[in-house]
């Protein structure tokens, strides 16, 4: 179940030069960050979508405090899910870019211009944020995995890419459109590049900063996520097979 609730503050249309942005921000739990996180946001985009999932503390009331259009699931789904139903809600207003980032702070809201500005010179339909030009303070685990990862879905996807799993990126308005999501899970990053891939858009990646404060609390369940990742990556070559031997058939 998805409600929709209208914030009561709306960011005005500032200047021409961000009123073509806008945020969408997947919020579980986050309290602590979520007022900094809209509030800095705000000041780079014209419209800021948070999406409650679930959370059963006050993530919500502040990110409409603080600003944002608000939309709350009734119970925990996941990311993915999430991610869904922000684009979902989007889906038939007009904007050039979403700007896709994380609530717990991991992200600056200022380095939003970054991804605008590498979509405008790639002419690119998807902007990944990389962490990996400087990854200080990325756990060393998160690191391993993160590097793998990317090799296999820069594989899969036909591009290279050296932060597949980096939560921060834009997608323009046709990639926002077209592109399906079907998982629930932090396995939707991989998801959303595969989709990417499939529908010959253009992606790009530039360099943005690795934040993880000392008191940093991830969602993510590194063995957990590992095996949707493997999953979803097992379900893409079946269904690569599959089509592969229906079109040797047909041929045949």
Same mark, same amino acid.
């Given at each position: 179940?998805?409600?929709? &609730?209208?914030?009561?503050?709306?960011?005005?249309?500032?200047?021409?030069?961000?009123?073509?942005?806008?945020?969408?921000?997947?919020?579980?739990?986050?309290?602590? $960050? /979520?007022?900094? &996180? #809209?509030?800095?946001?705000?000041?780079? &985009?014209?419209?800021?979508?948070?999406?409650?999932?679930?959370?059963?503390?006050?993530?919500?009331?502040?990110?409409? %405090?603080?600003?944002?259009?608000?939309?709350?699931?009734?119970?925990? =789904?996941?990311?993915?899910?999430?991610?869904?139903?922000?684009? #979902?809600?989007? =889906?038939?207003?007009? *904007?050039?870019?979403?700007?896709?980032? @994380?609530?717990?702070?991991?992200?600056?809201?200022?380095?939003?211009?970054?991804?605008?500005?590498?979509?405008?010179?790639?002419?690119?339909?998807?902007?990944?944020?990389?962490?990996?030009?400087?990854?200080?303070?990325?756990?060393?685990?998160? %690191?391993? !995995?993160? $590097?793998?990862? +990317?090799?296999? $879905?820069?594989?899969?996807?036909?591009? !290279?890419?050296?932060?597949?799993?980096?939560? *921060?990126?834009?997608?323009?308005?046709?990639?926002?459109?077209?592109?399906?999501?079907?998982?629930?899970? *932090?396995?939707?990053?991989?998801?959303?590049?595969?989709?990417?891939?499939?529908?010959?858009?253009?992606? $790009?990646?530039?360099?943005?900063? +690795? /934040?993880?404060?000392?008191?940093?609390?991830?969602?993510?369940?590194?063995?957990? @996520?590992?095996?949707? *990742? &493997?999953?979803?990556?097992?379900?893409?070559?079946?269904? =690569?097979?599959?089509?592969?031997?229906?079109?040797?058939?047909?041929?045949?």
């Amino acid at each position: 179940m998805v409600m929709f &609730v209208e914030s009561e503050t709306l960011l005005p249309r500032r200047r021409q030069s961000v009123a073509d942005i806008v945020a969408v921000i997947p919020a579980y739990q986050a309290e602590k $960050t /979520i007022a900094e &996180v #809209v509030h800095q946001t705000r000041r780079r &985009v014209a419209r800021c979508i948070v999406v409650d999932d679930g959370s059963r503390d006050k993530t919500g009331i502040l990110a409409r %405090r603080a600003g944002a259009e608000l939309i709350t699931h009734a119970s925990n =789904r996941g990311k993915g899910a999430a991610l869904r139903s922000g684009l #979902v809600y989007l =889906r038939e207003e007009e *904007f050039n870019y979403c700007v896709l980032l @994380d609530a717990d702070g991991q992200h600056d809201p200022n380095e939003i211009p970054r991804l605008v500005d590498a979509a405008r010179r790639a002419n690119a339909d998807v902007v990944c944020g990389t962490r990996m030009s400087n990854p200080r303070g990325m756990p060393w685990l998160r %690191r391993a !995995t993160n $590097t793998l990862m +990317s090799r296999i $879905t820069s594989w899969l996807c036909g591009i !290279t890419l050296s932060d597949t799993q980096c939560g *921060f990126r834009l997608l323009s308005q046709h990639a926002a459109k077209v592109i399906e999501l079907r998982k629930d899970k *932090f396995e939707v990053e991989t998801e959303i590049l595969v989709e990417a891939a499939r529908h010959k858009l253009v992606v $790009t990646e530039v360099p943005v900063s +690795s /934040i993880y404060a000392a008191d940093h609390s991830s969602h993510i369940h590194p063995l957990r @996520d590992t095996w949707r *990742f &493997v999953r979803l990556v097992a379900m893409i070559l079946a269904r =690569r097979l599959g089509r592969a031997v229906r079109q040797e058939r047909h041929a045949a």
